[in-house]
Each structure stands twice: as structure tokens, then as C-alpha cells.
């Protein structure tokens, strides 16, 4: 995997991001980011216009569209928008952009994802200034990030820069998303705090849907039983005006 940079600007980001866009996730990673997007599936409601920054391999892009959404999917990285899936119609619709200054007008939108795309960003607390931005009122911005996770900082052996191994600039808890949720002017509403190890194991012999309610009180009951590592957080907010 490239070294993250230590520079933050958008070309050094983007440099980066281009680079991992080859990535190839081992098994237990991407059952855990499947029962992840699965829950944000859950929240998106009827289908809209839906926009998803950073859509990362493209599952939820894929899902999304299979449940009548229509997608814009925006990212830094022209690879990682390649990777997405084809379409013959206009339901999907690519945009390279940097997500602190999202190329849309104001009040496009319907629906806002950012899945694990925080704690990425030099600036989270403009991105998310910018999704209310291109929601319309009473459009809804759902963002996971990985919950009170430690940043580790190793150092590189050929330049001497420090650097976060996943590319994570941020770490977050519910106090501190939710206060930039605010800050932004998103009403609060749904939230789960959600440890996968034991939840992605059973999504992996039962794929099923109307299984996520019962995985979720499970993800709260044992939240304490489990590492903070193997734990991710959702918050949604609404535009109200």
C-alpha cells in the first residue's frame, strides 16, 4: 500500500488515493464494510437522487441503484470512479471533484452518503458544511466513521515523514460528530454505534436483510465486550430549512 503523504492538499491527496485504488481487501475487511452498507442502505428511504463522496469499491453504488436510486458518485480519484459499475442508462452519473468543494448546485439532492470518507479528509467539518449544502430541505446526510479509533503514526524509512498507515487524519466519537453535525445545521436523528465482529460473521452465513434489526441490538449489547477497533459509528442528519 502507497505511504499516505503528509502533505494534505488536494493534488497530494489525490496522488495518494489514486495510488490504493487497486487495493484488494481481504475477507473479513469486506464483510465487514457489506454489513456496513447494508445498514446505510436500510436508512436512504424511497428512492431519490443520491449522491455518495468517496464510493470506495462501489457496493453501495451498486446496491443503491438496484433499489431504484439514481447516483451521483463524486471522489478525488479518477480510478476509484472507474471502478464503479457501468451503466447504459443515466442512473449513474461520475464526478471528480474534491468533497470540501463539491461541483453541484445547491439543493440537488435527496439523500447525502459519506461511508468511511471522514476521517480521511483534511477538513471533515466542510464536507460536511457542503452536503447540507447540495441537500434540499428535508434531505437526509448519513456518514459512518470508524468509532474512537487510535490514530497509530509510524514513521517512514526512506523520507524520515510520519504517516497514518490507513490514510485516517481524524479520529471520532459521538460527541465530536455529532457537534460537527450541529455546527453545519443538520438536525439530529438515527444513530447506531456498531462493533462488526460478531455481526459480519453472522451476516456471513445469513444474508438477509430483515436480519440487520437484530444484528444491530446485538452490536449494542455486546459493544463492551468487543475492541474499539473492530467499531464503527452512523449518524444521520436532516436539513430542516
Same mark, same amino acid.
Given at each position: 500500500? !502507497? ?6 492538499? =488536494?493534488? *497530494?491527496?489525490?496522488? &495518494?488515493?489514486?495510488? $490504493? /485504488?487497486?487495493?484488494? @481487501? ?68 461520475? !464526478? ?6 463539491? =461541483?453541484? *448546485?445547491?439543493?440537488? &439532492?435527496?439523500?447525502? $452518503? /459519506?461511508?468511511?470518507? @471522514? ?91 430483515? @436480519? ?30
Amino acid at each position: 500500500m !502507497a505511504t499516505p503523504p503528509s502533505d494534505t492538499t =488536494p493534488g *497530494a491527496m489525490r496522488r &495518494f488515493y489514486e495510488d $490504493v /485504488a487497486e487495493r484488494t @481487501l481481504d475477507k473479513k475487511t469486506s464483510r465487514g464494510i457489506e454489513y456496513r452498507n447494508r445498514t446505510i442502505l436500510a436508512r436512504l428511504g424511497a428512492p431519490g437522487r443520491l449522491l455518495e463522496i468517496g464510493p470506495g469499491e462501489g457496493w453501495l453504488v451498486g446496491a443503491a441503484l438496484r433499489s431504484g436510486h439514481r447516483v451521483v458518485a463524486a471522489d478525488l480519484s479518477r480510478r476509484w470512479l472507474a471502478r464503479l459499475p457501468d451503466r447504459a442508462d443515466s442512473t449513474l452519473l461520475r !464526478a471528480q471533484g474534491d468533497a470540501a468543494r463539491l =461541483p453541484f *448546485a445547491d439543493a440537488t &439532492f435527496d439523500r447525502v $452518503v /459519506a461511508a468511511e470518507v @471522514l476521517e480521511h479528509l483534511p477538513d471533515p467539518a466542510a464536507t460536511i458544511r457542503e452536503a447540507r449544502r447540495v441537500l434540499k430541505v428535508g434531505g437526509r446526510f448519513v456518514a459512518s466513521v470508524p468509532y474512537r479509533e487510535t490514530l497509530r503514526r509510524l514513521r517512514c524509512p526512506h523520507c524520515g515523514d510520519e504517516f497514518e498507515p490507513n490514510g485516517h487524519l481524524h479520529s471520532f466519537d459521538e460527541t465530536k460528530l455529532a457537534g460537527l453535525f450541529a455546527e453545519a445545521g443538520f438536525e439530529p436523528g438515527y444513530r447506531l454505534i456498531a462493533p462488526t465482529r460478531f455481526s459480519r460473521e453472522i451476516w456471513r452465513m445469513a444474508n438477509w436483510p430483515p @436480519l440487520l434489526p437484530a444484528l444491530h441490538a446485538l452490536d449494542r449489547a455486546t459493544i463492551r465486550s468487543q475492541r474499539v477497533s473492530d467499531t464503527w459509528m452512523l449518524l444521520e442528519g436532516t436539513r430542516v430549512d
